[in-house]
């Protein structure tokens, strides 16, 4: 009987080190994140200009932030680009606290998260890091288009949109004058497409945020095109703040991200990081 109990308590204790084995490596206070000389960064796929991979090397305004708040810790960033989930709530969880089937390490913070209270409210396991960047929601078009110029969704009538599917601004149309303009939408897999066919005069409106509006666009020489941000319609805001993440009992890394945000945009460096990928950089209310 002895040796039975024996038995199982060596595979218990074997099980209990594979599992560890298996875990994911946790996220990490800043003194940690310090010691071993490299942040974490988890960043999205598919999120020009902010973030994509090509040939497996990360790119995108996200990414350069990533590097400063790194540099500015005294530390490497190591980027991760990961797939987004149905929603943020699992990409925190994926990402942050818990990880994935395969065991793949957690990030120390993740970037371009909604900055909304009742995110954080029903996230308890993350803890938000200051806003960096306002976005918005804007619709291009050429010049001629609409006579007089845009001034509101009504003007979409009778024409033809490009959006990304299932994207904030493809809710915002769809929902407007009580679904009046559901027909002038068309929608693409990706905003990449969406752009291709507005560039290829395939529709005459493009609409997603103005920052990947902006990128998309940012080697038009016509002259032609012109931009407009969108007000809501109170189902769909259309301007909200990117803040990070990161875990909640790592919130001292949060302070020291905040304080290297606030550097970053005195000092006119978000400024720039958003020139150099065509977008224009507006700050987060209080800076």
Not at 250 to 270: C, N, P
């Amino acid at each position: 009987m002895r040796g039975q109990a024996n038995r199982r308590l060596v595979l218990a204790a074997l099980a209990s080190l594979a599992a560890a084995a298996a875990s994911p490596a946790l996220a990490r206070p800043l003194d940690e994140v310090t010691s071993s000389g490299v942040l974490r960064v988890a960043l999205y796929r598919d999120n020009a200009p902010f973030s994509d991979e090509i040939d497996g090397e990360p790119v995108g305004i996200d990414v350069d932030i990533a590097k400063n708040i790194a540099e500015a810790i005294g530390v490497k960033p190591e980027i991760r680009i990961v797939e987004a989930s149905e929603n943020v709530d699992g990409d925190f969880r994926l990402s942050l606290w818990r990880g994935d089937l395969a065991g793949s390490g957690l990030a120390d913070v993740m970037l371009n998260v909604p900055s909304d209270k009742m995110l954080q409210l029903r996230n308890d396991m993350v803890f938000f890091t200051p806003p960096y960047v306002e976005q918005r929601l804007a619709i291009a078009y050429r010049k001629g288009a609409v006579e007089g110029g845009f001034q509101d969704l009504q003007d979409i009538g009778g024409k033809t949109v490009a959006v990304e599917g299932t994207s904030p601004v493809d809710a915002l149309i769809g929902f407007a004058n009580g679904g009046a303009l559901r027909d002038a939408i068309r929608h693409y897999r990706g905003f990449a497409e969406a752009a291709g066919a507005f560039r290829r005069r395939e529709t005459d409106f493009l609409a997603g945020s103005r920052a990947a509006i902006e990128a998309a666009l940012k080697d038009d020489k016509t002259g032609e095109i012109e931009l407009k941000d969108l007000a809501g319609s109170g189902l769909v805001k259309p301007r909200w703040e990117l803040c990070g993440a990161v875990r909640t009992d790592s919130r001292d890394l949060a302070y020291r991200i905040g304080e290297a945000i606030t550097a970053m945009t005195a000092g006119g460096e978000m400024k720039a990081i958003f020139a150099a990928h065509g977008a224009t950089f507006t700050a987060p209310a209080g800076y």
